[in-house]
């Protein structure tokens, strides 16, 4: 049995543990053009200046280089890796910031993402350059670029109906990274077929001016993520946005990053052991029974350990697990199928020959990329001064909170949360489901209490309304019971042929109500891609104003 010390200390715990993973109180709005956004702009100030006190007052040792160090440098690269990327198809200013400026950050797959996604880039490019900070976008391209169409609806506002539209074929199932055009008929032809569709509901969509610069962008890269990011990175450029972009494989390719994958593989025991703990909190305290959320939890097979990376090759480019197992002053590094490296590393080694050979794998074509939870932790930990999540990110970087206090030692850096709501332009039948909610008691009232809506009906049952309230007025007894309930019954069933056409009335209306709500459905949904939405109503939507 636990004294009570003990319990009182894993009540202590389970307050922190709250604390680090709050309710899911985050929302996304629901009214039209509303925004969310935590904390208030007027605050960024004190949160980035808190942030940049955390960072100052914490130094760590990453196998031999000082964390201080390798996020100075994690900095300059992300910063020239920003710039050389998007000068490659727009211009970038001349100035270049001061060693000590602050760096703000989101990040994004390169997808045409739902209007409030879009928001979070404005958001960025305004509060960064309201307080003088260089606003960079990562293109998460390590995820798996999971499908090559596009959900747009069409038909009428009566009877609207959502088609898949593809722009590529649906294979190969790779990371954005990798992901090429396969067929380019198809794909040039995506803008004119999604316009074809929309414009029933939508006149003027800003697919017919985004896709032919995404298109242009496909005659210099047959990456279909790059071409879209980089196709809508132009068009945010002639709408006054200032950010730089770079992919997620840019920055894993620095040397920084090479000695942060060397320290956690070093200690992957240690910090598998924090993972899967702060994953399992935050499943019991939200009670979350999918195994996949927030996150898997990283496995042991035998000596092997699982790591929070994913490793493919350019031959074999679909994404593997890493496992990883110790022998003797090295580590095997493997994808327990077909791939296998040796790195010269263990927990008290120094870092550089495992970065060094780090470099040599990428060299080689190998590559090496974190999964979610580690390209925030990363983000957030080193390379910028604040980090603006969506919804979802803010949730599950609860868990990179915990990472960071548990494994690193320090308290995580805040964070924004930016979202925003823009249904489609067209009209929205609102009242809709309180009008079938308002039918649906009428008709039960009609079938439980038909007496009380027979005023005015000309001959009136009056004998068979009598009959059910001398029953309704007689107290039920043990003995009465049951021909109380039966005579009730049925009086309320030889009712019904005195309301039957103010039944049929209601059941007409009600089928027209289910029509339009599911209409509704289809077109009161705020995830669809920002292309199907005329450019006005976007611009008006996006103005962030920043202080």
């Known amino acids: 049995m636990l004294n009570r010390n003990s319990q009182n200390d894993q009540a202590a715990e389970a307050e922190r543990i709250a604390a680090l993973m709050p309710e ?10 509303a925004s969310l956004i935590v904390p208030a702009i007027e605050d960024v100030p004190e949160l980035v200046r808190e942030n940049r006190r955390l960072a100052e007052e914490f130094d760590y040792d990453l196998q031999g280089k000082r964390l201080s160090e390798v996020a100075a440098l994690a900095r300059r690269e992300l910063i020239a ?49 309201h307080h003088r900070a260089t606003a960079i976008n990562l293109i998460i391209d390590d995820d798996v670029f999971a499908s090559a169409s596009l959900r747009v609806p069409g038909g009428s506002l009566a009877a609207p109906r959502v088609l898949p539209i593809a722009m590529d074929r649906p294979e190969p ?12 008929v198809m794909f040039a032809s995506f803008g004119r077929r999604i316009a074809e569709q929309i414009r029933p509901l939508v006149a003027n969509p800003l697919i ?16 279909l993520g790059a071409c879209i990011a980089q196709g809508r990175h132009q068009l945010e450029a002639t709408w006054g946005l200032h950010t730089l972009e770079v992919p997620q494989s840019e920055v894993c390719r620095g040397e920084a990053f090479q000695w942060f994958i060397a320290h956690l593989l070093a200690r992957l025991a240690d910090f598998r052991e924090v993972y899967n703990t702060a994953i399992r909190e935050y499943r019991r305290l939200h009670r979350i029974r999918s195994t996949s959320h927030p996150a898997p939890e990283l496995a042991q097979e035998g000596d092997w350990l699982e790591a929070p990376l994913w490793v493919w090759t350019v031959e074999n480019s679909r994404r593997r697990r890493l496992f990883v197992r110790r022998r003797a002053e090295e580590l095997i590094v493997s994808d327990r199928q077909a791939w296998e490296a040796v790195l010269p590393l263990s927990e008290e080694r120094d870092g550089a020959p495992a970065v060094a050979r780090l470099f040599e794998l990428q060299h080689n074509n190998v590559r090496i990329r974190p999964r979610a939870l580690i390209t925030t932790l990363w983000a957030r930990l080193v390379l910028g001064d604040l980090f603006i999540h969506g919804i979802g990110g803010a949730k599950y970087d609860r868990v990179t909170d915990v990472l960071m206090e548990r494994f690193f030692g320090r308290r ?23 009008e079938q909610r308002t039918i649906a008691a009428e008709l039960r009232g009609l079938a439980f209490h ?24 007689t107290a039920q007894t043990r003995e009465n019971a049951r021909q109380r309930c039966r005579t009730i019954r049925s009086v309320n069933e030889a009712l019904q042929p005195w309301l ?19 209409a509704e459905r289809v077109l009161g949904s705020r995830e669809y891609a920002f292309v199907l939405y005329p450019e ?12």
Do not use: C
């Not at 995580?412 to 309180?434: F, I, K, N, Q, Y």
């Open 450 to 473: 038909p007496e009380r809506f027979l005023d005015g009906v000309q001959k009136r049952p009056a004998s068979l309304i009598a009959e059910k309230r001398r029953w309704i007025k």
């Open 24 to 33: 899911d109180d985050l929302r996304a709005p629901q009214e039209n053009g």
């Open 208 to 223: 017919e001016e985004f896709w032919p610069m995404v298109r242009r962008r496909a005659d210099e890269t047959d990456n």
């Open 500 to 518: 039957e056409d103010r039944r049929k009335r209601l059941e007409e209306r009600q089928s027209q109500l289910a029509q339009r709500i599911e």
């Open 173 to 184: 199932k790779v990371a954005y990274e990798e992901r090429k055009i396969e067929d380019r």
């Open 81 to 129: 890796g920003a710039r050389r990327w998007t000068s490659a198809y727009r211009e970038v200013p001349s100035r270049v910031p001061a060693a000590d400026s602050s760096i703000f950050l989101a990040g994004h797959q390169p997808q045409m993402f739902h209007p409030g996604v879009w928001f979070k880039n404005f958001a960025l490019g305004a509060i960064a350059a």
């Open 412 to 434: 995580a850096p805040g964070l924004m949360v930016v979202t925003a709501t823009l249904l489609l332009p067209v009209e929205h039948a609102d009242s809709a489901a309180e």
């Open 536 to 547: 006005d109503a976007l611009r008006r939507f996006l103005a962030v104003r920043s202080g």
